[in-house]
């Protein structure tokens, strides 16, 4: 029995995608598992229900951004961080318009408020900004290696490596990363640094967001400890927080970790439900798979082209156009 061209591609894409899996599981099972964090890695600690919403973290953020800014030379750039005076920021008629605030290029981190069901006058508060992923998607994504983690946790980015192509954007998978647009010449990628990039003044010293906060909302301290100490909030307050530290697992971990109120689900508070498993863990593994069976790109998209080719609607068994299914 003979088999047709299309049966043929069809057999050989099958195989070819057969030998992507059996190389994702050979990659996978040599050494792409889930990074562990360092006993060193420092993180945050946001107690969400202790959260005023003054919102001076966003104005100590923009003019720490904008310091560092000025101290590396880029004059244009300290002048779009520069925020409005600190009385400004007591506005909260920003909280109003409808749909979560989000962080931009020139405003690394925002506050959203949720009302408090059981306490109407005391709503809640949530902080917006990078999490410093313990094994960062950005980073995984950047080709050019303009990301970086230092060893204590921070991501930060090199301006001067980056090609522009944003795949940092779509691999990040709580869209932090937020693109210049409006910069023509010199676009950069913009978000938090946890203020460990030069210039800045609080680099190796508490984050400008933590140490301008009145209500000691934000702890700083080693990640392992901070998660010690939420555990423990939990255990003895039940019916304040929620059994459950957000950044703890979710991606890999974060390095930044919530203590959530009881009242809300993780999605009712602007977070997202996301699996422990990091990213890159899934995407290397993949790539690595497909290379490592010398695969390269060019015969994969070629493989797949002709599949789509002869498989379209209207072409007989040999490949070609028989006037059927054509609209």
Known sequence: MG?????????????????????????????????????????????????????????????????????????????????DAIEAFEDKSVFDDEGLRRPEP???????????????????????????????????????????????????????????????????????????????????????????DEGNPNKGKVPACIKICPAEVMTYAKRSDLLAVAHEKIRNEPDVYQDHVYGEHEVGGTSWLYLLPHQYSIEE???????????????EAIQHGVFMKFFPPAAWFALLGSMMWVSRPGADQDGEPTGEGHH
């Open 269 to 283: 508070l602007g977070f997202l439900e996301l699996d422990s498993k990091a990213p890159p863990r899934l995407t």
């Open 3 to 83: 088999v047709s061209r299309r049966e043929f591609l069809r057999v050989v894409g099958a195989s070819g995608v057969a030998g992507s899996v059996v190389g994702v599981a050979t990659s996978s099972a040599e050494g792409s598992g889930a990074v562990v964090p360092s006993d060193d890695l420092m993180g945050v600690l946001v107690d969400v229900p202790k959260c005023i919403g003054c919102r001076r973290c966003e104005f100590a953020c923009k003019e720490a951004a904008m310091q560092a800014s000025a101290a590396r030379g880029e004059t244009k750039e300290a002048e779009r961080f520069k925020p």
């Open 106 to 196: 020139h405003c690394y981190t925002k506050i959203n408020r949720f009302p408090n069901p059981e306490q109407p006058d005391k709503p809640f508060f949530t902080k917006v900004n990078c999490l410093h992923c313990v094994d960062p998607a950005c980073l995984s994504a950047c080709i050019v290696k303009a990301f970086r983690k230092l060893d204590d946790g921070p991501v930060i980015y090199d301006a001067w490596k980056c090609m522009g192509c944003r795949y940092c954007m779509v691999a990040c998978p709580f869209g932090i990363p937020q693109y210049e647009y409006d910069n023509l010449w010199t676009p950069q990628v913009r978000k938090c640094t946890l203020c460990a």
